[in-house]
Structures are given as structure tokens and as C-alpha cells.
């Protein structure tokens, strides 16, 4: 699927009893890499008795030591290919069941494969961003080269990279483990990457030059769809459609700031070209992320869809009788909902 990493099954089972026991096993729907410590495996005394975690494409697992009868815990923590981070937990007994002081997490409020807060930053963080990208790429190909909504939006890509690995770790664990290893992934590297685009696009502003600010924001585009929702079986066609959907909304919202500030009619034609881009793309990507409109109705990714296309459509609305202030507004809101679609895992 090359989506959120989502676990399958488990050895021991989730709630079983087992009368003997060496190790956990972990099986996900796609390839993942243990995120900081991977897996944990707190005994009913609270010891963490689990080994060094071992990786094999979709299957993880950890060897279990010092075994004594009693419920035990299992946390797990992982990276998809995508970037996109997975956790859970679950509890096993061993003999009979027993008390377990880490019987907490078990309880743990979780959205899709991570917590509420961690998917509430994740969206949080790709809106500062997407935002961004549309102040300063959208503004520079609608003609204005410099100004302060400009620095504004810079000032956004740059922050969105901490406030993003803060979110990273929020859906996962904080601690110096996980925040090397986040550091340490692709993730990191990607975050890094975006960051070093972002400065280097402050830079060129001042050269009052805008193609080489637009090759700036076309490689970051690609980079945002890196971290996107592949479409299974066909390597890296969803990655791209998402960076042409995420580069032609920056240009048409940031065109949008640009008209409501500076109106120019020849806008009509960038709307229609980066306004038409964007919804041919997310169709597709919708259609091919919900196994063709199927699981609109029935996952929590399928309704966060249907509030986006709801705005859009009401931006398409606006966008026919002219009315572009309330237009950019609707834009906004409607970015908003794609990074809350971009931040759930699709339906396997």
C-alpha cells in the first residue's frame, strides 16, 4: 500500500494467553523501519524485557527475556516507506492474566495509526506549509516578486519544519531515542531538504528574478510528494500526481492573494489552469485512495474527502460568480481539509 503502516497481526495475538513464549512478532501491510526503539515489552512487574528488535520488509520482531507468569505490553512504534508514523499497543498474558503498571497505554485515545494530537499537528504543520508555498510561490508567478506577505510566507516554510517534527513525535513518542531516529529517516531527510529550499528561495527573492524562485518551488513540490500516499502498485505515479495537485493549489491560492491585492484580469487564465489542475488530480487520487469512491462513506479518511471536495466545490462556486475574496477564504479552509486527508491513512 505504501501508506500508513497498519498492523495486521501479532504473535502472541492481541488479548490471548499463551503457555509458552520467546519472542513478539509484528506483521504490517507494507515494509517498515522501527522507530526508536521499534518495540517494547513491559512485564507484569513493569521490566521491559524485550531484545533487540530485528526487521524483515513488512515483519517485525524482538526476542523476550526474564519470563515470568502475568499480562504483559506490548508498545510498538514504526516509519512507512512514506515517511508516515504508526503506533499501537497491545497486551498479551503468559500462563494467567495479572496486573500490569503499563496497562495505561492500552487505553490511549488513537486517530487512524496515530494519536489525536499527533495527527492534529501533522495537519497543523502541512497547512503552515502549504500556506507558505502559496504566498511565495503563488505570489511570484502571479507577477509580484516581493513584498511582505512574501517574507510572511517564507517565514511559514521555515517554521513549518520544526512545528512538523514536533508533530512527528507527537505520533509517535518523545524521547532521545525516537528523535534520533526521526531525525535519522527519510522523514528527517526530507525535512532537511525542504528547509534548505525554503532558504534558498529567501535567497533568489532578492534577485528580483522569479523563474529560478519557481524551479525552487517545483522541487519542493516534489519533495512534499515523497511524503505523500503512493498508489499501490504503481511506483511513484501517486507521488507525482500529488505534487502537481500540491504545486498547482499553491498556485492558485497564492494567485488568488495576489489578485485580491493587485487585480489583474489576466488571473482568469492562471485560475482556470492551476484551479483545473489541482481537481483533476485530486479526482484521481481520490477515486484511486477510497478503491474508487467505495469507502467514501464507511472510514474516517473517506469523510475528511468528502468535507474537502464539499469546499472545493464551494470555491468553484465563487470562483464563477467572481467573488474572490470570499474565493481565497473558502482556498484557505480548503487546504486545510486536504492536509487532514494527507495526515489519515487511506483505506487498505
Same mark, same amino acid.
Given at each position: 500500500?505504501?501508506?500508513?503502516?497498519?498492523?495486521?497481526?501479532?504473535?502472541?495475538?492481541?488479548?490471548?494467553?499463551?503457555?509458552?513464549?520467546?519472542?513478539?512478532?509484528?506483521?504490517?501491510?507494507?515494509? $517498515?523501519?522501527?522507530?526508536?526503539?521499534?518495540?517494547?515489552?513491559?512485564?507484569?512487574?513493569?521490566?521491559?524485557?524485550?531484545?533487540?528488535?530485528?526487521?524483515?520488509?513488512?515483519?517485525? =520482531?524482538?526476542?523476550?527475556?526474564?519470563?515470568?507468569?502475568?499480562?504483559?505490553?506490548?508498545?510498538?512504534?514504526?516509519?512507512?516507506?512514506?515517511?508516515?508514523?504508526?503506533?499501537?499497543?497491545?497486551?498479551?498474558?503468559?500462563?494467567?492474566?495479572?496486573?500490569?503498571?503499563?496497562?495505561?497505554?492500552?487505553?490511549?485515545?488513537?486517530?487512524?495509526? =496515530?494519536?489525536?494530537?499527533?495527527?492534529? %499537528?501533522?495537519?497543523?504543520?502541512?497547512?503552515?506549509?502549504?500556506?507558505?508555498?502559496?504566498?511565495?510561490?503563488?505570489?511570484?508567478?502571479?507577477?509580484?516578486?516581493?513584498?511582505?506577505?512574501?517574507? $510572511?510566507?517564507?517565514?511559514?516554510?521555515?517554521?513549518?519544519?520544526?512545528?512538523?517534527?514536533?508533530?512527528?513525535?507527537?505520533?509517535?513518542?518523545?524521547?532521545?531515542?525516537?528523535?534520533?531516529? $526521526?531525525?535519522?529517516?527519510?522523514?528527517?531527510?526530507?525535512?532537511?531538504?525542504?528547509?534548505?529550499?525554503?532558504?534558498?528561495?529567501?535567497?533568489?527573492?532578492?534577485?528580483?528574478?522569479?523563474?529560478?524562485? %519557481?524551479?525552487?518551488?517545483?522541487?519542493?513540490? %516534489?519533495?512534499?510528494?515523497?511524503?505523500?500516499?503512493?498508489?499501490?502498485?504503481?511506483?511513484?505515479?501517486?507521488?507525482?500526481?500529488?505534487?502537481?495537485?500540491?504545486?498547482?493549489?499553491?498556485?492558485?491560492?497564492?494567485?488568488?492573494?495576489?489578485?485580491?491585492?493587485? *487585480?489583474? *484580469?489576466?488571473?482568469?487564465?492562471?485560475?482556470?489552469?492551476?484551479?483545473?489542475?489541482?481537481?483533476?488530480?485530486?479526482?484521481?487520487?481520490?477515486?484511486?485512495?477510497?478503491?474508487?469512491?467505495?469507502?467514501?462513506?464507511?472510514?474516517?479518511?473517506?469523510?475528511?474527502?468528502?468535507?474537502?471536495?464539499?469546499?472545493?466545490?464551494?470555491?468553484?462556486? %465563487?470562483?464563477?460568480?467572481?467573488?474572490?475574496?470570499?474565493?481565497?477564504?473558502?482556498?484557505?479552509?480548503?487546504?486545510?481539509?486536504?492536509?487532514?486527508?494527507?495526515?489519515?491513512?487511506? *483505506?487498505?
Amino acid at each position: 500500500m505504501l501508506a500508513h503502516a497498519q498492523l495486521l497481526s501479532t504473535d502472541p495475538s492481541a488479548g490471548s494467553t499463551v503457555a509458552s513464549i520467546s519472542s513478539v512478532t509484528l506483521v504490517f501491510s507494507e515494509p $517498515v523501519t522501527p522507530a526508536g526503539f521499534g518495540i517494547r515489552v513491559y512485564a507484569p512487574d513493569g521490566e521491559e524485557v524485550a531484545g533487540q528488535v530485528v526487521q524483515h520488509g513488512s515483519v517485525l =520482531s524482538a526476542p523476550v527475556v526474564g519470563i515470568q507468569p502475568g499480562t504483559y505490553v506490548v508498545l510498538w512504534q514504526v516509519f512507512a516507506s512514506d515517511t508516515h508514523p504508526s503506533r499501537g499497543a497491545f497486551a498479551f498474558s503468559f500462563g494467567t492474566t495479572s496486573a500490569n503498571p503499563y496497562a495505561g497505554l492500552l487505553d490511549q485515545a488513537s486517530s487512524g495509526t =496515530s494519536t489525536p494530537l499527533g495527527i492534529g %499537528l501533522q495537519a497543523l504543520a502541512r497547512w503552515v506549509h502549504f500556506i507558505g508555498f502559496a504566498l511565495v510561490f503563488g505570489l511570484v508567478a502571479y507577477g509580484i516578486r516581493s513584498g511582505r506577505l512574501i517574507t $510572511v510566507g517564507i517565514f511559514l516554510l521555515i517554521a513549518a519544519e520544526p512545528l512538523s517534527l514536533i508533530a512527528q513525535l507527537a505520533s509517535l513518542s518523545f524521547d532521545s531515542d525516537t528523535a534520533l531516529a $526521526v531525525l535519522g529517516s527519510p522523514f528527517g531527510r526530507i525535512l532537511g531538504l525542504r528547509l534548505g529550499a525554503a532558504l534558498l528561495a529567501w535567497t533568489l527573492i532578492a534577485t528580483d528574478r522569479g523563474w529560478p524562485v %519557481l524551479v525552487v518551488g517545483g522541487a519542493m513540490a %516534489l519533495l512534499d510528494g515523497f511524503t505523500a500516499h503512493a498508489i499501490p502498485n504503481v511506483p511513484l505515479v501517486g507521488q507525482l500526481l500529488v505534487a502537481i495537485h500540491v504545486g498547482a493549489m499553491g498556485l492558485w491560492v497564492g494567485g488568488l492573494v495576489g489578485y485580491v491585492r493587485r *487585480p489583474d *484580469p489576466r488571473f482568469v487564465r492562471l485560475a482556470i489552469a492551476t484551479f483545473g489542475t489541482a481537481a483533476a488530480t485530486g479526482v484521481v487520487l481520490a477515486l484511486v485512495h477510497t478503491e474508487w469512491a467505495t469507502k467514501l462513506l464507511t472510514t474516517d479518511y473517506g469523510h475528511a474527502l468528502l468535507v474537502k471536495i464539499a469546499i472545493v466545490a464551494v470555491a468553484a462556486l %465563487l470562483a464563477v460568480l467572481a467573488r474572490r475574496r470570499t474565493e481565497l477564504v473558502v482556498a484557505i479552509t480548503a487546504i486545510a481539509a486536504a492536509t487532514l486527508v494527507a495526515s489519515l491513512p487511506p *483505506p487498505l
